[in-house]
């Protein structure tokens, strides 16, 4: 039986975590273009965050991004936030955008190098203690472009030191987030190319080191809710990092490419009562507009997971184990295609009519005027970007 009111009261308590850097100008290496309205500093995004926040009700926090996010007074920023109704959440570093990483970070063969990238490391940990953030999300664009160009072996030693090395340093409740992903900026080999490697270095390390599922960081036909549930299975998915790819590592809205993948992934999320926050799985965006309005197009990507969401949660269950027991193949696939091809949008209109909110986030926000008066509002000044 279809538990309408569960998922009703699971969809209200959803938490969706938005990438400060979504507000910004974004591009590829072809071009950054600019739109107007965009923030100049990281409380202007902490303010468009609060906007998708609240027409959504479902996205409390805005991840941050050091250095992009850098200011004098870090919990002076996490003020802001609350002042805001928000939160400053995940920390994430950046040790990808300095002339010294040519040949990597903490894998690079030089140790004035790997020191260097680990005092950073070390840093946004420090942020995290005056921010109040749980999480450290670790990137690394490590890697090398030709066989032979370094060990690959002597790079795996020099990133566990460094990961133990901070490790070390997190508090009692702060975790560690190891993302991988396949390949770009590296070509040949990439050091954290994917789940295994990450999951290994998170076991070496201990409980605090969790897993990153970034969508768009994985080869082509990758079946990636296989992935969930495995490192869901291992207790050791921390989070993801929501968006969607027709090709490469596209970054666009989730659900865009392939909401039939996300509905799977989430799928395996509530299979293991991983969704309400208690359960500490960080469900993250990590995207870049680069051609549509950044705050609609937040709005919109949390809507997406919330139409997933809600049709994961209305697989009936009982069935699906029924069939599944049976040996029914085509029993067992029509009870989840039979919630997939569910018009949730009505539903999820209640339950936002039942938060106090209007039931069409994006009409909502166009109405509010609040677009036009960032975009008259922030003039001059240096519009946010990768600034790569
Ligand atoms: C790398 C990545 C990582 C972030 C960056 C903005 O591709 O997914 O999560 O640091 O995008
Ligand atoms: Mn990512």
């Known amino acids: 039986m279809r538990d309408l009111s569960a998922a009703k009261a699971a969809l209200t308590r959803q938490q969706i975590e938005l990438p400060s850097w979504a507000f910004g100008n974004s591009g590829t290496r072809f071009k950054v273009f600019g739109q107007p309205g965009i923030p100049r500093t990281p409380q202007e995004k902490a303010e468009d965050a609060a906007q998708v926040h609240r027409y959504t009700g479902v996205a409390p926090r805005m991840a941050v991004h050091i250095p992009w996010d850098k200011v004098e007074d870090y919990a002076a920023l996490a ?14 570093a950046n040790v990808f955008q300095d002339d010294d990483y040519r040949l990597g970070s903490v894998c690079n063969p030089d140790p004035r190098v790997r020191k260097k990238a680990v005092a950073h490391l070390l840093e946004c940990v420090d942020v995290m203690d005056a921010t109040g953030s749980r999480d450290l999300k670790l990137w ?16 795996q030693d020099r990133l566990a030191e460094a990961l133990a ?12 987030l190891l993302e991988y992903k396949l390949f770009e900026p590296s070509f040949y080999t990439t050091d954290v190319p994917d789940w295994g490697t990450s999951l290994l270095h998170c076991q070496a390390l201990g409980p605090k080191a969790e897993v990153v599922v970034d969508t768009g960081h994985h080869a082509p036909g ?11 299975r291992a207790g050791r998915l921390g989070g993801f990092d929501f968006n969607s790819r027709f090709y490469a590592d596209d970054d666009l809205m989730v659900g865009a490419a392939d909401p039939f993948q996300l509905f799977r992934i989430m799928h395996e999320v509530i299979r293991a009562d991983a969704l309400k926050p208690e359960a500490g799985i960080a469900f993250m965006l990590d995207q870049c507009h680069n051609i549509e309005p950044k705050i609609p197009a937040q709005i919109r990507s949390v809507m997406n997971v919330q139409e997933a969401t809600a ?22 696939n029509a009870v989840l295609m039979d919630a997939y091809n569910t018009d949730v949008r009505p539903l999820l209109a209640e339950v936002r009519d039942q938060a106090g909110l209007d039931p069409d986030p994006v009409a909502a926000y166009a109405r509010s005027g609040y677009g036009d008066k960032i975009v ?11 600034g790569s």
């Open 222 to 232: 990758t079946n990636i809710e296989f992935i969930v549930a495995m490192l869901l």
């Open 311 to 332: 049709k994961a949660l209305l697989i009936d269950a009982e069935a699906l184990a029924a069939a599944q027991q049976a040996g029914d193949v085509l029993g067992a």
């Open 165 to 176: 090395q901070v490790y070390a340093r997190l508090g009692p409740d702060q975790r560690m």
């Open 79 to 92: 003020a802001h936030a609350d002042g805001l109704g928000i939160e400053i959440g995940t920390v994430n």
């Open 376 to 386: 008259a509002g922030r003039v001059g000044g240096t519009p946010a970007s990768w």
């Open 140 to 155: 690394f664009a490590d890697g090398t472009n030709y066989p032979g160009q370094d060990d690959i072996r002597d790079r």
